[in-house]
């Protein structure tokens, strides 16, 4: 049992450490080579190009103004809904668990281009829309500014915020908010001298968790920032390997690694202070119940900013891509413009061989892919969880690595490794580049359901002569259906929208929907882009609806006995 377990646990640090650390280590002696054709040939002349670049600072001022621009929004409003969610009488609650899920199955890439298609200076729909207001008709907002790369990647960064915030606001005790009450303090004085600064290890660590993706982000930054010419660190990468005769793969490392460094640096400070946010733990009896602060005259008003927060991140960005899938052009919705509804953008994607292909390249990624990302998280999870030894930490440490993966820069790392071997060009370049990327998201909802299942279950099975293989099969994995599912469900969503590592890996025959839509970008098709991009959400969920009516229907019953 001890033999099968450690080799397991060597077998799979092997497998994770090639996928985490071979396209890290490419991508560091790729920096100091002369190009692809020429890897090994020691030279500093890509980091002393890279770092002796004029535009270099103003693109690392642009990059940092992003990122905790973008991070600070979704801080913001993730924790006023945490507090309204529980710590209010808020009606409508049931809104939250929305607010907090659904926006993420809409890819990046198609909620930055349905901005666009409301804010962009001149044929948004918003704008024109202000054109035809007696009073505003000089007025117009630009999408195509780094004040709106910071709205709309901090909207997208909401969820993620939110999930990590709302339990540890849910979990405060109300013992600490009575004695400060008590002792005459105001609501407002108790949440910012008690409430915020126990929670001050979530709040930070959803703020560097929302920089680290902001770092990461390219499906804003290409789409809004690029034609605005505002330039941050990831479209500075992929200009230097996208235009040209030669793209300098090289350069491009060279830069990649500073982002690289800072981006695990504060992945691994993300770590410690939700580590440390146990010491902040204040629940203390079964008795527990939150205080619910009465919101009187203010419930219905703040009701309506949370509806209309919904309406923003969800029900528009769809609404905005339908619409202008079935108009011409961009024009206001009218009794005109709905008179020119048609389907022709429509066929003209599904008549489109390009499109085609990357419509059954993605949905082979995310099925595929998702099956065999799952299956190895699965594994991991196992020796994670039930193997607790320096070499289950080691790791633990080594799949939690690529959570702090660029996706544009991980890229180039494996490029570099992809073009020696027959796999470059190919669609198993990025199937291989996927899992690597987000093996942490099929890992984490799998250990959490690992950690439900008692031992004794396990011991009981071998003691009855069952294997560890056999045990896992028998015993274990039925009761992990919902884990997963869950799983399976979140990088099948990953897999189907996934941009940023695609734009570096894709090649002619390889191409997948995000790259499609962000080519329709490019050059102006917003129709085509749009009814591709609703094809896209219509596939995602249909993948989450599928995979959970299979977990449902293979759930464990309880029963008595």
């Given amino acids: 049992m001890f033999k099968t377990r450690s080799v397991l646990t060597y077998s799979l640090i092997l497998v994770v450490g090639f996928l985490t650390i071979c396209p890290v280590a490419m991508l560091f002696f790729g920096s100091f080579s002369k ?301 005109r413009a709905f008179s020119m509804i048609s389907w022709k953008h429509w066929a003209d994607v599904l008549s489109d061989p390009v499109s085609l292909l990357s419509l059954k390249n993605s949905v082979f990624l995310g099925v595929v892919g998702a099956s065999l990302g799952v299956s190895l998280s699965l594994l991991v999870a196992y020796v994670i969880v039930k193997v607790r030894t320096k070499a289950a930490g080691i790791l633990d440490s080594l799949s939690f690595l690529s959570f702090s993966f660029p996706g544009i820069v991980i890229g180039v790392g494996f490029m570099w490794f992809f073009v020696r071997t027959p796999l470059y060009a190919t669609i198993w370049a990025l199937l291989i580049g996927y899992i690597a990327t987000y093996l942490p998201y099929g890992i984490r909802p799998l250990a959490s359901a690992f950690v439900q299942v008692h031992s004794h279950l396990e011991e009981s099975s071998q003691v009855c002569g069952a294997g560890t293989f056999t045990t896992l099969r028998r015993i274990v994995i039925p009761l992990l259906v919902p884990g997963l599912v869950s799983g399976w469900i979140l990088m099948a969503t990953m897999f189907v929208r996934e941009l940023t590592l695609s734009v570096v890996l894709s090649r002619p025959g390889t191409e997948v929907l995000a790259v499609q839509i962000l080519r329709f970008a490019e050059d102006g098709l917003w129709g085509r882009l749009s009814a591709l991009g609703i094809i896209m959400i219509f596939i995602s969920t249909t993948l989450v609806i599928l995979a959970t009516l299979v977990g449902a229907r293979f759930k464990p019953v309880e029963g008595g006995g």
């Fill in 35 to 335: 190009g692809l054709g020429a890897f090994g040939v020691f030279t500093l002349d890509k980091y002393v190009r890279a770092y002796t670049d004029p535009a270099l600072a103003r693109i690392i001022v642009n990059t940092a103004i992003f990122v905790f621009g973008s991070a600070s929004v979704a801080t913001f409003l993730a924790l006023f809904l945490a507090y309204l969610n529980n710590r209010t009488d808020i009606p409508g609650k049931f809104m939250f668990k929305v607010i907090s899920i659904i926006p993420m199955m809409i890819p990046h890439v198609l909620f930055s281009v349905s901005w666009v298609l409301l804010l962009n200076p001149t044929n948004g729909l918003l704008n024109l829309i202000f054109k035809q207001i007696p009073l505003l008709q000089d007025f117009s907002l630009n999408i195509y500014s780094l004040w709106g790369m910071i709205l709309v990647e901090g909207l997208l960064d909401l969820p993620i915020a939110y999930l990590i915030i709302a339990p540890a606001m849910a979990s405060f005790d109300v013992a600490l908010e009575e004695s400060s009450r008590v002792s005459g303090a105001s609501t407002w004085r108790t949440l910012f001298r008690v409430t915020l600064p126990v929670l001050r290890p979530a709040i930070l660590a959803a703020f560097i968790l929302g920089i680290v993706r902001s770092l990461a982000s390219f499906a804003v930054p290409s789409v809004i920032g690029m034609p605005g010419r505002v330039q941050v660190l990831a479209t500075h990468i992929y200009q230097m390997i996208s235009t040209g005769f030669a793209p300098d793969y090289g350069k491009a490392a060279a830069v990649g690694m500073s982002v690289l460094a800072t981006s695990v640096t504060l992945i691994f400070l993300y770590r410690y202070l939700t580590s440390e946010s146990e010491k902040f733990v204040t629940i203390s009896s079964r008795g527990y119940r939150p205080t619910v602060v009465e919101l009187k005259k203010a419930r219905y008003p703040l009701f309506a900013v949370v509806a209309l927060l919904s309406v923003i991140l969800i029900v528009l960005p769809v609404l905005v891509l339908f619409y202008t899938s079935l108009v011409p052009y961009s024009m206001v919705p009218s009794a």
